[in-house]
């Protein structure tokens, strides 16, 4: 056991957050923990990092194990790049190979005695600095730089300089370096694309360190973790398995719960029947059974009835008008900044009834093709028109379509004036805003909030057409899954992009992938896309090694064709020399061409992170690639003699 977490319990003013909450971790393991917004996961966080005292309880860690913390948000102060602020993750490493040169330098002045201590101080160096990962640190960086979707041009740039997200990005990348036993990540997939999510997946999935997380990205949780902790009302429950695993177990748990309270109503009921009718005999006889029973009544220990600890947003979408069968058709739009292209030559067309998922590396340029839809800015080229009696309504994942200065009424009243002041009560009551939370600021209210005064907004408009730019951003699981039931009970159509795969699984039924400047179309849902891309990748690399290979074979025949040109007039001995020329030169060709290929598959696993991560199989494969390397040299060179050799 790595964590230990038992009966911590904390208020804040009067209010209590944390009850009794207890739960383990042991070594190796990955867990969620997971809750509503507001539950008291970072507040555990922070208790668990001594930055908080409970009021009761004991958080006890492993002696001498280590802990990482990749918190929300992340403060830089030293103006360090980005590639420093990584190796200074690994300076005891940095460090201990600084010395083992020096030591070789050493070397070369020392003799006798003081030479056999050096090299056996040299020795037991070299086997700690291959044990801390000295042999891979480099490569390391680089691999988590890349998965992390740091471009090679920004390796330079300051970390002072660095938006909220990239900060974030880079602290995530450093504890990874670090290596920990337990690591806290606090929502990691925040500001990351569907890319290097996939690339994290992977990552914590195969590194040793223990991981505790806090997120609302259910497919990534589903595929990481092998326990879940639910904080509920202040107190946790544990689950063994993943996400799906959770949610069964809990819809169980729930039924079970309802079942037992209802029996023991039952029972109850039919007691005080009982104990009733017994002392309506007037009996003393009856009147002693029937107090017996009470008093039975009375130690019996009371199941309170199972409730829901939050009310679910009320969300129905509805449309003023039907639209026209043909609702978006867009052709050959283009979209640059300076030199840089997003992309080109887009076409697509969307058809009534559609649900549509854009999706596509950050940067590609997704939100542009929403905002010259919704003509919030112009493309470079081509046009977009929409269908007969379309309307649109917009998600703007920035929340532009609200007015910082106005209050949560003001802004459905200003755009919705018809509506009574009881409407707009009881409409945003639906989405959790009650009594005086109508009059809030938009500037004073959380993501999340804003998110729900958007979707307010979208609901009532009543509009046939609903383009969302990452609508699940802020909400919490429950508030994702309302949502997603509203959007497949939606008659209208629906166009939008978003990170979270679950979300696309449920409610996608056609894939548009914004990649190399292009979009790519797939008829499903994000399995569908995983399953139709890999197919494409791997016809593609079977194509480009066909074309390789028959690239080799042209380049032999060429050489026979020439080879059947020679003077057959030629003397036996010359031809049977040149013959056994030609078969060499044929062989070591054969032999450099199937080195090469080796050592392109060994670099590719070096770059591998899950292999990077492996210092053991990595320095294996390094060794291996040194090796052909040199032997590759040796052939080319032999090589290069025969072709001589052929030429005179």
């Known amino acids: 056991m790595i964590l230990s977490v038992s009966n911590i319990s904390i208020h804040f003013g009067e209010k209590e957050v944390l009850k009794d909450v207890s739960f383990h971790i042991n070594e190796h393991e990955k867990?969620?923990?997971?809750?509503?917004?507001?539950?008291?996961?970072?507040?555990?966080?922070?208790?668990?990092?001594?930055?908080?005292?409970?009021?009761?309880?004991?958080?006890?860690?492993?002696?001498?194990?280590?802990?990482?913390?990749?918190?929300q948000v992340q403060n830089y102060t030293d103006d360090h790049t980005i590639m420093e602020e990584l190796l200074s993750a690994k300076q005891d490493v940095i460090d201990m190979e600084e010395r083992i040169r020096s030591m070789e330098d050493e070397m070369k002045t020392l003799s006798g005695d003081a030479l056999d201590k050096l090299m056996q101080r040299y020795h037991e160096t070299l086997h700690v600095f291959d044990l801390a990962g000295g042999y891979t640190y480099k490569s390391d960086i680089l691999g988590i730089l890349r998965g992390l979707n740091f471009p090679e041009s920004d390796y330079d740039k300051s970390v002072l300089k660095l938006s909220g997200g990239e900060r974030t990005r880079l602290s995530l990348g450093r504890i990874l370096l670090t290596a920990p036993d337990l690591i806290l990540l606090d929502e990691p997939t925040n500001y990351l694309d569907i890319a290097s999510v996939?690339?994290?997946?992977?990552?914590?999935?195969?590194?040793?360190?223990?991981?505790?997380?806090?997120?609302?990205?259910r497919y990534f949780i589903n595929k990481i973790?092998?326990?879940?902790?639910?904080?509920?009302?202040?107190?946790?429950?544990?689950?063994?398995?993943?996400y799906e695993d959770f949610i069964t177990k809990k819809e169980i748990r729930k039924a079970s719960m309802l079942?037992?309270?209802?029996?023991?109503?039952?029972?109850?009921?039919?007691?005080?029947?009982?104990?009733?009718?017994?002392?309506?005999?007037?009996?003393?006889?009856?009147?002693?059974?029937?107090?017996?029973?009470?008093?039975?009544?009375d130690k019996m220990e009371v199941i309170e009835k199972p409730v829901e600890e939050r009310i679910?947003?009320?969300?129905?979408?509805?449309?003023?008008?039907?639209?026209?069968?043909?609702?978006?058709?867009?052709?050959?739009?283009?979209?640059?900044?300076?030199?840089?292209?997003?992309?080109?030559?887009?076409?697509?067309?969307?058809?009534?009834g559609e649900h549509v998922a854009l999706i596509g590396m950050n940067g590609t340029g997704k939100t542009n093709i929403l905002k010259i839809i919704n003509g919030i800015i112009p493309s470079?080229?081509?046009?977009?028109?929409?269908?007969?009696?379309?309307?649109?309504?917009?998600?703007?994942?920035?929340?532009?379509?609200?007015?910082?200065?106005?209050?949560?009424?003001?802004?459905?009243?200003?755009?919705?004036?018809?509506m009574t002041e009881t409407e707009i009560r009881n409409t945003m009551a639906g989405f959790l805003f009650t009594g005086d939370e109508v009059f809030a600021r938009i500037s004073t209210l959380s993501g999340g909030e804003r998110g729900r005064v958007v979707l307010a907004k979208l609901m009532l408009s009543g509009a046939n057409f609903l383009i969302l730019d990452e609508p699940t951003n802020h909400l919490d699981m429950i508030s994702k899954e309302v949502l997603e039931n509203a959007l497949n009970a939606y008659p209208g159509t629906l166009l939008y992009v978003s990170h979270d795969r679950y979300f696309i699984n449920r409610t996608a039924e056609r894939i548009l992938c914004l990649e190399n400047e292009k979009i790519t179309q797939y008829l499903g849902n994000y399995d569908y896309y995983l399953e139709k891309s890999a197919e494409a990748a791997l016809t593609a690399s079977n194509a480009s090694n066909a074309f390789a290979a028959t690239t080799k074979l042209n380049s032999i025949s060429e050489i026979t064709v020439s080879e059947g040109k020679a003077d057959w007039q030629k003397s036996k001995a010359e031809q049977a020399a040149r013959r056994k020329l030609d078969n060499q030169i044929k062989k070591i060709e054969?032999?450099?061409?199937?080195?090469?290929?080796?050592?392109?598959?060994?670099?590719?696993?070096m770059n591998d992170p899950q292999i990077a991560t492996n210092s053991v199989k990595l320095q294996e494969i390094c060794r291996e690639?040194?090796?052909?390397?040199?032997?590759?040299?040796?052939?080319?060179?032999?090589?290069?003699?025969?072709?001589?050799?052929?030429?005179?």
Request: aromatic letters at 6%; one cysteine or more.
């Open 31 to 71: 867990v969620a923990l997971i809750g509503n917004n507001g539950a008291g996961k970072t507040t555990l966080f922070h208790i668990i990092q001594k930055e908080l005292t409970p009021d009761e309880g004991v958080i006890s860690v492993k002696k001498d194990a280590t802990v990482g913390y990749v918190a």
């Open 198 to 217: 996939t690339w994290l997946e992977n990552y914590l999935i195969n590194i040793s360190s223990a991981v505790l997380l806090v997120s609302h990205d």
């Open 225 to 242: 973790v092998t326990k879940t902790v639910e904080i509920e009302g202040g107190r946790s429950l544990m689950y063994d398995g993943n």
């Open 259 to 297: 079942s037992a309270y209802e029996k023991q109503q039952n029972e109850i009921k039919h007691q005080k029947e009982v104990i009733e009718k017994l002392r309506s005999f007037n009996r003393e006889k009856s009147i002693k059974r029937a107090d017996s029973r009470q008093h039975m009544l």
């Open 312 to 352: 679910d947003m009320g969300l129905d979408f509805h449309l003023n008008k039907e639209s026209g069968n043909d609702v978006l058709s867009v052709n050959h739009i283009a979209k640059s900044y300076g030199e840089r292209c997003l992309f080109n030559d887009v076409s697509f067309e969307i058809k009534k």
């Open 380 to 418: 470079d080229a081509g046009e977009v028109k929409l269908g007969s009696n379309v309307e649109i309504g917009y998600f703007d994942q920035q929340s532009a379509v609200l007015t910082n200065s106005k209050t949560v009424f003001e802004e459905i009243s200003d755009t919705y004036p018809k």
């Open 590 to 605: 054969d032999e450099i061409s199937s080195l090469e290929d080796s050592i392109s598959n060994l670099e590719c696993q």
């Open 625 to 648: 690639h040194a090796a052909k390397k040199a032997l590759l040299d040796e052939k080319m060179a032999t090589w290069e003699d025969l072709l001589s050799r052929q030429e005179e």
